[in-house]
């Protein structure tokens, strides 16, 4: 048994036990990094000597007796979204090469705060747009399952770090699926919290309305633990939540027994791989074996996310982007000769292509004259959406669902046609447009050994509700502990 | 068609810097004149990841404005980004309010030539401010300035209802008083903290139809205001006269040159993509808030202006004066507690009190007498204690050292003589030495009385009762 291969709690027990040290985790984890990643890329930065000095500090309160939490000395991975003061932060962006934020992020002030070594900044689409990772300007990271596939996106690296034990948890953002669709991927948890759950400040924003930080881990409890580290109310966020935070950990253990859960009927349409499928509907019969009551559910709505989406995102993406001009941070254009050249080559430079065609496509949606026919249409559609999720909580406690279409796809299979890539989000991306909590939890895997994930959406802030029912099917099945073959 | 057959029509929108500490959305200094970019940070420099916070002040100022200015106030105003590129805008876009601002459908009175009008405030809306570039500071470069960017704003947008840059002027300086009174705006437009831009039309006399509109931007002093409309009305009738159309556009006031110029013009107007803020919620104002506001309103410089002339009897020019800033009206009522002969006070007012404060650049909070100690000085002049110019000195005495009249009077040697006989000394004394002048005198050169009293006067070091010797006088001289 390698330390790499211990779960975030796991690892925190030997922590608390003083069987190892934070230092010793953390170099494995450093080790690990260095034998694996050259295959997966999940890592864009390796922030060596700031973990080790984290991790040693995180020993002396040990041995002070005067830990600073649970996970205090557990190492942890950082999508490179959340800046970090003094560590170069890029957004898998070539525009932002080079930046070294002069702040913390909230939540990674939070992890500071928790005494977790932060190893790295994990790759990702630029910006945090695709769903494959191989936006990241930099270089695509690679499913650890199996090398040849992507990990999903936008959180990909993240999710692909925790599945090739590089780091025990890493934290990822959420926009339209991109913590849960990469979970689902690469056989992790990932949960997409409450918007306003979890503050946005210091993470570098995509779709202001739709973001949301959340933990990725190997199990349940992990998350749950993750989470009630980074989930706070925040001054500096106006849309945070001042909503009591309660112990996540409390109730996992709890069961499904009396509990309704409901299945949208508009989630299991054409277009699901059927080994997909045959996952999901095992998974859902297994419910009902633990004692839950399956509810036939509808969201008469749905067929609209995928387009409500697409005008939502891209317009917000289009404003939060333009303080990337070159003028005061990130890259230059060398050759601008004037003012106007300064903006139109910096970004011409800098913004990959999905980056580009989001920012055309939000800024059509926001101009004169079209604003009404779609902006604020989507909007509305918006409100009809939430409803429906409304409507449907008032008769289940949760809804399950698959977490992606199909499993991990070939790189290249689908960057030449952004159509079929914006479709890997359809089932996670409702779920952002009405605010909702989301977990993916592993539940199978195809022929192939493809990882399959199941999505369990909540009424707002019943986080804790969601991990209950993702722990109750993880006990039965326990597929953390297979480890992707590298 | 001269201009006097043609009709202007005018609207501006002032744009006020709030009086807070700290900026809209973060917590930097808003004071002027700091070294470039030394009040900045993530959150105003518009660095990746930052999100703004609202300053509550500044929606408590906004709502105060627009309650003086008999507004709507809306109980739930919305955020909108305008999205624009401008090297010191550092977001690309601004965060203001577009079509759900906080106050609405209010109103202002103004004084004109035929009266008393009305001009209709069309909306009220907050925003931030942006930064400053600096052209060829650095060797041909361009600096930018971010120490201004997020620094609170008001903006007030009058609907098109003044007719000549008269009016415009009435009401932008009428504006500058409420705002002042409010206490949420220094009224100082050198450093560009109360600033306006002005809507101008024009359309032939009787015509119900408004013509094209320019925007004049950026007018910074009340005498630009007023050349930079008259400038463009004259501009706008050449333009219809010669057969063309006024296109719409923004322009510039040339200070130097005196004349408007294009800045640009509608076909690369911006497309500013307003939509609503995603990071900041919808602003809710309670119905207690308001209501408090309410109540906490200050009497407005016109309400005061009016109850000045009719509850203590001034002039208008006088009582304009007197209200013209709220601490010296304050100040005013103070006395008039103590002293009643409200004119007087006044004259002294405008007069003495006004003077020293100029020449000595104290403000009125830093007066080191009270109010009762004024009130004694006039009632010590209306006695004939003192005379009305040796009270002037002891003012001036009082305003330096702080020492009460009567001490001043007193250690002076300023209290008046009255004493009958010692005038009447001093003027047989000056009668006694001016023979010739009594010849003139009486052989008909009247003013020559004015001398003996002045020689009477200096004799006595200014102390002597004006009235009495002037009786004396004219008794000794037979008149």
């Known amino acids: 048994m390698q330390l790499t291969d211990l779960t975030m709690l796991e690892l925190a027990e030997k922590l608390a036990a003083k069987e190892v040290s934070s230092e010793e985790a953390t170099r494995a984890s450093l080790a690990r990094i260095q034998q694996v990643d050259p295959k997966v890329r999940a890592f864009l930065r390796v922030d060596e000597a700031g973990a080790l000095a984290a991790a040693r500090a995180s020993d002396a309160r040990r041995a002070a007796g005067s830990p600073a939490g649970v996970l205090d000395g557990v190492p942890l991975g950082l999508k490179d979204l959340f800046l970090t003061e003094g560590v170069e932060t890029t957004a898998g962006s070539r525009l932002l090469e080079g930046f070294v934020p002069p702040y913390d992020a909230t939540v990674v002030r939070l992890l500071k705060e928790a005494g977790l070594p932060l190893v790295g900044k994990l790759n990702l689409d630029e910006f945090a747009m695709g769903s494959s990772n191989e936006s990241s300007a930099y270089f695509s990271c690679h499913n650890p399952w199996d090398l040849s596939r992507t990990p999903g996106g936008s959180s990909g690296g993240s999710a692909a770090a925790v599945a090739a034990r590089e780091v025990p948890g890493a934290l990822g953002t959420d926009t339209g699926g991109s913590i849960r669709q990469p979970a689902a991927l690469t056989n992790t948890v990932g949960l997409k919290p409450t918007y306003g759950r979890v503050s946005r400040y210091g993470v570098i924003a995509f779709a202001s309305s739709l973001d949301q930080p959340g933990p990725m881990t190997r199990t349940v409890a992990d998350a749950a633990a993750l989470l009630q580290v980074i989930a706070r109310p925040d001054v500096q966020d106006a849309t945070s939540s001042d909503a009591p935070v309660p112990d996540y950990s409390a109730d996992l253990e709890a069961g499904v027994r009396g509990l309704k859960l409901g299945v949208p009927r508009e989630y299991f349409t054409e277009g699901m791989d059927p080994e997909v499928e045959a996952s999901i509907r095992e998974a859902l019969r297994e419910y009902e074996r633990l004692g839950a009551t399956l509810v036939d559910v509808s969201l008469p709505h749905t067929k609209y996310a995928l387009a409500t989406y697409y005008l939502i995102a891209p317009a917000e993406a289009s404003s939060n982007l333009a303080r990337y001009d070159g003028v005061r941070f990130g890259k230059r254009a060398q050759d601008a000769r004037s003012l106007r050249d300064v903006y139109t080559l910096t970004r011409e430079e800098g913004f990959g292509s999905e980056v580009k065609r989001r920012i055309m496509l939000g800024t059509y949606a926001l101009s004169s004259g079209y604003y009404d026919a779609y902006y604020l249409r989507a909007q509305k559609v918006r409100t009809l959406i939430r409803e429906d999720f409304t409507r449907a909580f008032q008769q289940v406690d949760a809804l399950l669902s698959p977490t992606s279409p199909v499993p991990a796809f070939k790189l290249g299979e689908k960057v030449e046609d952004p159509m079929a890539m914006y479709l890997m989000d359809i089932y996670t991306l409702p779920c952002n447009l009405a605010g909702l909590p989301g977990l993916s939890v592993p539940c199978g895997f195809t022929k192939a050994g493809l990882p399959v994930g199941l999505q369990i959406l909540g009424r707002p802030f019943d986080e804790a509700g969601l991990l209950r029912i993702a722990r109750a099917y993880e006990r039965e099945h326990d597929f953390f502990r297979r480890f992707a073959p590298l | ?479």
């Open chain 2, 1 to 479: 068609m001269p201009v006097s057959d043609f009709q202007p029509v005018i609207g501006l929108e002032v744009h006020a810097q709030l009086l807070t500490q700290s900026k809209i959305f973060c917590g930097c200094s808003t004071a002027f004149g700091a070294e470039p970019n030394r009040n900045t940070c993530p959150v105003c420099l518009g660095m990746p990841g930052v999100l703004p916070v609202l300053n509550q002040r500044v929606a408590e100022f906004a709502v105060r404005t627009g309650l003086a200015l008999e507004c709507t106030i809306r109980p739930t105003s919305v955020w909108s980004r305008k999205n624009y590129f401008y090297p010191d805008l550092p977001k690309g876009y601004q965060i203001t309010q577009f079509d759900q601002p906080i106050c609405e459908h209010g109103r202002l009175v103004i004084d004109t030539p035929q009266g008393e009008k009305t001009i209709r405030i069309l909306r009220i809306h907050m925003e931030e401010d942006a930064g400053k570039s600096v052209h060829d500071a650095g060797g041909g470069q361009s600096l930018v300035d971010l120490n201004r960017a997020g620094v609170p704003l008001l903006e007030i947008v009058s609907q098109p209802d003044l007719r000549d840059s008269d009016e415009a002027v009435e009401y932008l300086k009428a504006m500058r008083d409420v705002l002042v009174y409010l206490g949420v705006n220094d009224g100082n437009l050198e450093e560009g903290s109360f600033r306006c831009d002005a809507n101008v039309s024009v359309m032939p006399k009787g015509s119900t139809t408004f013509g094209q509109r320019c925007e004049l931007k950026n007018l910074n002093s009340f005498r630009f205001l007023k050349q930079a409309i008259e400038y463009e009305i004259a501009r706008q009738v050449d333009v219809i006269e010669s057969g063309e159309k006024v296109i719409q556009e923004t322009r510039l006031w040339d200070v130097n040159k005196g004349v408007t110029r294009s800045m640009r013009g509608k076909e690369d107007a911006h497309d500013y993509r307003y939509f609503p803020e995603p990071d900041l919620p919808p602003l809710h104002v309670s119905a207690e808030a308001i209501d408090a506001a309410a109540k906490a309103l200050p009497e407005l410089p016109r309400a005061k202006l009016q109850r000045f002339t009719s509850q203590y009897g001034l002039p208008a020019y006088d009582a304009r004066i007197l209200t013209a800033e709220r601490p010296l009206a304050d100040y005013f009522e103070a006395c008039a507690g103590h002293y009643t002969d409200y004119k007087k006070l006044s004259n002294w007012f405008l007069g003495e009190l006004m003077r020293l404060l100029k020449e000595e650049g104290t403000p009125l909070s830093a007066l080191r007498f009270t109010p009762a100690q004024l009130a004694e000085l006039l009632v010590a002049v209306d006695q004939g204690t003192v005379s009305a110019n040796a009270g002037k000195d002891v003012l001036g005495e009082m305003f330096r050292s702080g020492k009460s009249p009567a001490d001043i009077i007193a250690e002076k040697g300023l209290a008046q003589v009255s004493d009958t006989g010692a005038i009447e000394a001093v003027v047989d004394d000056i009668l006694a030495k001016n023979a010739g002048e009594i010849e003139k005198y009486r052989a008909g050169k009247k003013q020559v009385f004015g001398f003996f009293v002045g020689q009477v006067m200096r004799a006595m070091k200014g102390k002597g009762n004006p009235a009495l010797v002037n009786e004396l006088l004219k008794k000794k001289l037979g008149d």
